[in-house]
C-alpha cells in the first residue's frame, strides 16, 4: 500500500477520540503530509462515558472508571493536561449478596482466587465443602484443554469448583461482562489464568506469585496496596473526552455526522454520509460496534463471523437520597449480587463512599446496575417500575425511608459485546481477510480486544499506528 494522505477515524467513543489524537500525535512529531479526520454520528462524543453535572454531583450514567494496573487510561490523561485530577477509589470493604445476606468479600481474593487462606477459610459465604473442593486446586493437575479455548465458567469449576465460581467468581466477572461465563471466552477475556495454569499449574500458586516482586537487593517482596484498584478523574470520566478533544486540530472532529456507507474504491475508500455527502479517504479506522460496522460494509460475508456476535443490553440506576433517609448503613462501599439470589439489580455500589469528589458531603449517590445475559428484560420496563424494583432488592438488606430526591436511568441496549468461546481466532481470521479484502481499515474498540476504557486506548494506539505504515 502506498502512504496515505488521508485517514478517516468512524466513531467519537474514548477508542475514536483516542485513534484521532494518537494519529495526530504521530503526523506532528514525524512532519508527515497527513489529514486525519473523526466522525461521529451522535451530536456529542465520548459513546458509553456519561457524566453529568448536577448541584454539585459528578454523576456517572456509563462507567465510572478504569482499572489502575492497566495504565494506558492514566497516562493518555496525563497527556491532555488531567495528572493532577487523577484519583484513586476509596479503598472501602465490598461485599457479595448472597441467599439474602451480605458476607465480606474475602480479604485476599482477586477476581475470586484465594490468596490468603486465613480468610478463604473463615468466610461464611462458603460451605466447608465448597472450602475444601477449592483447596483441591492445589493438587490438581493442568487442564487437558491444551492450551486451546473454553470457557471460564469451566475453567473456574475444574480449578476451584463450583461454589466458589457460583458466589464468588460469577459474581465478580458477570458484573464486568454481563454475561453468562459459562459461555463466555477464557483466551479472550482473561488469559493471564489460563497462563498462571501453564507456568504454576496452581491458580491458587499462580496468584500468589504474582503477588511478590523482587527488590534491588534481589529479595522477595510482597506486594503493598496502598491505593484503591480503581482510578477516575475529579472531573469524571467526561473531562477525559473533553481534554482529548480540546487537543484535536481544528477541524478534525465532526459530530452530527453518521456514517451510513463505507464501499471500496481503486485508490482507497468512500464514505457515504445519511445527508447524501461523501468523503475520500485512504485508511480507516473503524471504532464502531461489530453489528455497525458490518452494516457500513452493506454486510460483506467477511463479517459474517462477527456480525451476530451477541450483545447484553443493561441500565444504570443512579438514585440520590438526604441521609437520613438512610436507616440502615453498610460499612463498606458496595456490592456483587451471586446470580443464584433472588434479585433483579447485579451489584450496588454507594458512589459517595467510593469517589469522594462524587456527590455533596450531606447527600448520599447510590449507582446500582440491573440486566445481564439471560436477564435483560428489565431494561425496558418503565422507569417508575426499575426504580421500585431496584428498592424493594435494597431494603432488603437496608433500610431506606421515602423516595430517592431524583434518580437517573440510563438503558444501554446493546452495548455489552458478548466474547463467546472461540472469539480470538474469529477475529485473527476477520482481520486476515479485511487485509486482503479491505487493505488499509482497522478495527479497535470494546467488540474485539477489551471493553474496558484503557483496553479501548491501547487498541486505538495499535491501530493509528497500524494506518500510518
Given at each position: 500500500?502506498?502512504?496515505?494522505?488521508?485517514?478517516?477515524?468512524?466513531?467519537?467513543?474514548?477508542?475514536?477520540?483516542?485513534?484521532?489524537?494518537?494519529?495526530?500525535?504521530?503526523?506532528?512529531?514525524?512532519?508527515?503530509?497527513?489529514?486525519?479526520?473523526?466522525?461521529?454520528?451522535?451530536?456529542?462524543?465520548?459513546?458509553?462515558?456519561?457524566?453529568?453535572?448536577?448541584?454539585?454531583?459528578?454523576?456517572?450514567?456509563?462507567?465510572?472508571?478504569?482499572?489502575?494496573?492497566?495504565?494506558?487510561?492514566?497516562?493518555l490523561?496525563?497527556?491532555?493536561?488531567?495528572?493532577?485530577?487523577?484519583?484513586?477509589?476509596?479503598?472501602?470493604?465490598?461485599?457479595?449478596?448472597?441467599?439474602?445476606?451480605?458476607?465480606?468479600?474475602?480479604?485476599?481474593?482477586?477476581m475470586?482466587?484465594?490468596?490468603?487462606?486465613?480468610?478463604?477459610?473463615?468466610?461464611?459465604?462458603?460451605?466447608?465443602m465448597?472450602?475444601?473442593?477449592a483447596?483441591?486446586?492445589?493438587?490438581?493437575?493442568?487442564?487437558?484443554?491444551?492450551?486451546s479455548?473454553?470457557?471460564?465458567?469451566?475453567?473456574?469449576?475444574?480449578?476451584?469448583?463450583?461454589?466458589?465460581?457460583?458466589?464468588?467468581?460469577?459474581?465478580?466477572?458477570?458484573?464486568?461482562?454481563?454475561?453468562?461465563?459459562?459461555?463466555?471466552?477464557?483466551?479472550?477475556?482473561?488469559?493471564?489464568?489460563q497462563q498462571?495454569e501453564?507456568?504454576?499449574?496452581s491458580?491458587?500458586?499462580?496468584?500468589?506469585?504474582?503477588?511478590?516482586?523482587?527488590g534491588?537487593?534481589?529479595?522477595?517482596?510482597?506486594?503493598?496496596?496502598?491505593?484503591?484498584?480503581?482510578?477516575?478523574?475529579?472531573?469524571?470520566?467526561?473531562?477525559?473526552?473533553?481534554?482529548?478533544?480540546?487537543?484535536?486540530?481544528?477541524?478534525?472532529?465532526?459530530?452530527?455526522?453518521?456514517?451510513?456507507?463505507?464501499?471500496k474504491?481503486?485508490?482507497?475508500?468512500t464514505?457515504?454520509?445519511?445527508?447524501?455527502?461523501?468523503?475520500?479517504?485512504?485508511?480507516?479506522?473503524?471504532?464502531?460496534?461489530?453489528?455497525?460496522?458490518?452494516?457500513?460494509?452493506?454486510?460483506?460475508?467477511i463479517?459474517?463471523?462477527?456480525?451476530?456476535?451477541?450483545?447484553?443490553?443493561?441500565?444504570?440506576?443512579?438514585l440520590?437520597?438526604?441521609?437520613?433517609?438512610?436507616?440502615?448503613?453498610?460499612?463498606?462501599?458496595?456490592?456483587?449480587?451471586?446470580?443464584?439470589?433472588?434479585?433483579?439489580?447485579?451489584?450496588?455500589?454507594?458512589?459517595?463512599?467510593?469517589?469522594?469528589?462524587?456527590?455533596?458531603?450531606?447527600?448520599?449517590?447510590?449507582?446500582?446496575?440491573?440486566?445481564?445475559?439471560?436477564?435483560?428484560?428489565?431494561?425496558?420496563?418503565?422507569?417508575?417500575?426499575?426504580?421500585?424494583?431496584?428498592?424493594?432488592?435494597?431494603?432488603?438488606?437496608?433500610?431506606?425511608?421515602?423516595?430517592?430526591?431524583?434518580?437517573?436511568i440510563?438503558?444501554?441496549?446493546?452495548?455489552?459485546?458478548?466474547?463467546?468461546?472461540?472469539?480470538?481466532?474469529?477475529?485473527?481470521?476477520?482481520?486476515?481477510?479485511?487485509?486482503?479484502?479491505?487493505?488499509?481499515?482497522?478495527l479497535?474498540?470494546?467488540s474485539?480486544?477489551?471493553?474496558?476504557?484503557?483496553?479501548?486506548?491501547?487498541?486505538?494506539?495499535?491501530?493509528?499506528?497500524e494506518?500510518?505504515?
Amino acid at each position: 500500500m502506498s502512504k496515505p494522505k488521508r485517514i478517516a477515524v468512524i466513531g467519537g467513543g474514548i477508542t475514536g477520540l483516542s485513534a484521532a489524537y494518537y494519529l495526530q500525535k504521530e503526523i506532528h512529531a514525524e512532519g508527515l503530509n497527513v489529514n486525519c479526520v473523526l466522525y461521529e454520528g451522535a451530536d456529542t462524543l465520548g459513546g458509553k462515558i456519561k457524566t453529568e453535572y448536577f448541584d454539585d454531583f459528578v454523576i456517572e450514567n456509563g462507567p465510572d472508571s478504569f482499572l489502575a494496573r492497566k495504565t494506558s487510561a492514566a497516562e493518555l490523561g496525563a497527556e491532555v493536561g488531567l495528572e493532577q485530577d487523577l484519583v484513586y477509589n476509596n479503598a472501602t470493604k465490598s461485599y457479595i449478596l448472597h441467599g439474602g445476606e451480605l458476607y465480606p468479600m474475602p480479604g485476599g481474593a482477586i477476581m475470586g482466587i484465594p490468596t490468603q487462606w486465613g480468610p478463604f477459610l473463615s468466610t461464611r459465604l462458603l460451605s466447608p465443602m465448597g472450602k475444601i473442593r477449592a483447596a483441591a486446586d492445589l493438587v490438581l493437575p493442568r487442564s487437558s484443554k491444551n492450551g486451546s479455548d473454553q470457557s471460564l465458567g469451566h475453567f473456574f469449576r475444574n480449578r476451584l469448583g463450583g461454589e466458589v465460581v457460583d458466589r464468588l467468581i460469577e459474581p465478580l466477572l458477570s458484573g464486568i461482562y454481563a454475561g453468562n461465563i459459562d459461555r463466555l471466552s477464557l483466551q479472550a477475556t482473561f488469559p493471564q489464568f489460563q497462563q498462571m495454569e501453564e507456568q504454576y499449574r496452581s491458580l491458587v500458586v499462580g496468584m500468589k506469585s504474582s503477588l511478590v516482586k523482587r527488590g534491588h537487593d534481589g529479595q522477595k517482596r510482597t506486594t503493598v496496596k496502598k491505593n484503591g484498584m480503581f482510578q477516575t478523574f475529579k472531573g469524571g470520566l467526561n473531562s477525559l473526552v473533553t481534554a482529548i478533544a480540546d487537543h484535536l486540530d481544528e477541524g478534525t472532529v465532526h459530530t452530527g455526522t453518521p456514517v451510513t456507507k463505507i464501499n471500496k474504491e481503486n485508490n482507497g475508500y468512500t464514505l457515504s454520509f445519511s445527508d447524501g455527502r461523501i468523503d475520500q479517504v485512504d485508511r480507516i479506522i473503524l471504532t464502531t460496534p461489530h453489528q455497525v460496522t458490518a452494516k457500513l460494509f452493506d454486510n460483506m460475508t467477511i463479517f459474517d463471523e462477527i456480525k451476530d456476535v451477541p450483545s447484553t443490553s443493561v441500565a444504570t440506576v443512579v438514585l440520590a437520597f438526604d441521609p437520613a433517609a438512610i436507616k440502615k448503613d453498610i460499612d463498606g462501599s458496595g456490592f456483587v449480587v451471586s446470580k443464584k439470589s433472588n434479585y433483579k439489580i447485579t451489584a450496588c455500589t454507594w458512589t459517595n463512599k467510593k469517589w469522594s469528589h462524587s456527590a455533596p458531603d450531606d447527600r448520599v449517590l447510590l449507582r446500582a446496575y440491573v440486566g445481564r445475559a439471560g436477564e435483560e428484560e428489565i431494561v425496558d420496563r418503565q422507569d417508575e417500575e426499575i426504580i421500585a424494583t431496584v428498592l424493594q432488592d435494597l431494603n432488603h438488606i437496608m433500610e431506606l425511608e421515602g423516595e430517592p430526591e431524583f434518580y437517573r436511568i440510563t438503558r444501554w441496549r446493546n452495548a455489552m459485546p458478548q466474547y463467546l468461546v472461540g472469539h480470538k481466532d474469529r477475529l485473527l481470521a476477520l482481520k486476515a481477510e479485511m487485509k486482503k479484502e479491505l487493505p488499509g481499515v482497522y478495527l479497535a474498540g470494546a467488540s474485539y480486544e477489551g471493553i474496558g476504557i484503557p483496553d479501548c486506548i491501547d487498541q486505538a494506539k495499535k491501530a493509528a499506528g497500524e494506518a500510518l505504515l
